[in-house]
């Protein structure tokens, strides 16, 4: 049976670390750290040091210094994905609400008829639920915000593409997911993409974009769905096991290929050269492990960089 978890002070909290191996040169600086930053928050990091899965000990030769910097690389990473998840989403709002208003027109009357959407059965309760939680934001939200708030105040209408600045990503990607098909391929062939690999492109990106809105562990996450195989996969020699890609289906490399097919080549290098230094940065502040498992941890091969120039 498990112990409660009790509050621990920040002597404790330093004990514990020194109990499992952790080697504390400065405990003045360590304890400073735990209190900004959060002990729970830095010890989710410490996976990648530990002996085993069933040793919890800190490899021999772990400082505190390489778990932080471990906790300062994520943050940087995050901070880098957030950016360009910003400029799919709002690129890929604008998009999906021009096509629409294009289409359906620019009241809400008009563009948010169930008869636009996709009439399968099976997608009827979907497409009834996200009619109402659109209408929802329309009227929770609307005048909370400049833009909707003016188009209210003035016209007695917010057109799709105003409302779609505050709609959440989650429910733009579900927005997609019950377009008709040819909507959906209008969308589709901005990226050059097929329906399906964009729906499953649209999961992934929600799924990061929250982690990162968050501030949660991203270097090692790992989604629930998976993109499907590129000639980037195989252009990159991406190692196969049991007729799989071991990186790039599920992780963060999987984003960062959803990125390359999505963002524009000169933002795609401007994102890499900054994941290239944070990594190339770690790989120097941390010596207790090699570089190749922190890589491996993020589902990176080796020679990512190279997909730049593919």
């Given amino acids: 049976m498990r112990t409660n978890k009790t509050f621990r002070n920040l002597d404790q909290q330093i004990d514990i670390l020194k109990s499992k191996g952790l080697i504390i040169n ?7 750290v735990l209190f900004r930053e959060n002990y729970y928050f830095l010890n989710g990091y410490r996976h990648l040091f530990l002996k085993s899965g069933t040793d919890k000990n800190f490899i021999e030769k772990t400082t505190f210094e390489e778990l932080y910097s471990m906790f300062n690389f994520d943050r940087a990473v995050r901070n880098i994905l957030f950016k360009y998840l910003l400029i799919i989403e709002n690129n890929t709002k604008s998009i999906i609400s021009y096509e629409l208003s294009k289409k359906y027109g620019f009241r809400e009357k008009d563009y948010l008829q169930s008869t636009n959407f996709n009439q399968d059965p099976i997608h009827r309760r979907q497409v009834d639920d996200l009619i109402y939680k659109m209408k929802r934001q329309i009227r929770v939200n609307g005048m909370k915000h400049a833009a909707t708030g003016h188009y209210m105040a003035n016209y007695g209408y917010v057109p799709m593409w105003v409302l779609v600045k505050v709609l959440s990503f989650g429910l733009v990607s579900e927005l997609f997911s019950i377009l008709k098909p040819e909507d959906q391929l209008e969308v589709s ?14 999961h992934i990106l929600a799924n990061f974009r929250n982690l990162c809105a968050h501030e949660d562990i991203v270097y090692n996450h790992r989604t629930e769905k998976t993109i499907s195989d590129s000639h980037f996969h195989y252009k990159l020699g991406i190692p196969m096991t049991n007729g799989e890609y071991i990186y790039g289906k599920n992780d963060l490399f999987a984003l960062i290929i959803i990125f390359k097919c999505m963002l524009t080549a000169e933002e795609f290098t401007k994102m890499m050269t900054a994941l290239d230094y944070e990594i190339k940065e770690i790989a120097e502040k941390v010596t207790s492990i090699n570089i190749n498992k922190i890589l491996n941890a993020m589902g990176i091969p080796k020679n990512y960089i190279e997909l730049i120039n593919l």
């Fill in 189 to 202: 062939n901005y990226y050059d993409l097929d329906t399906l690999t964009m729906k499953s492109y649209f």
């Fill in 26 to 32: 400065d405990v003045k600086y360590a304890k400073n």
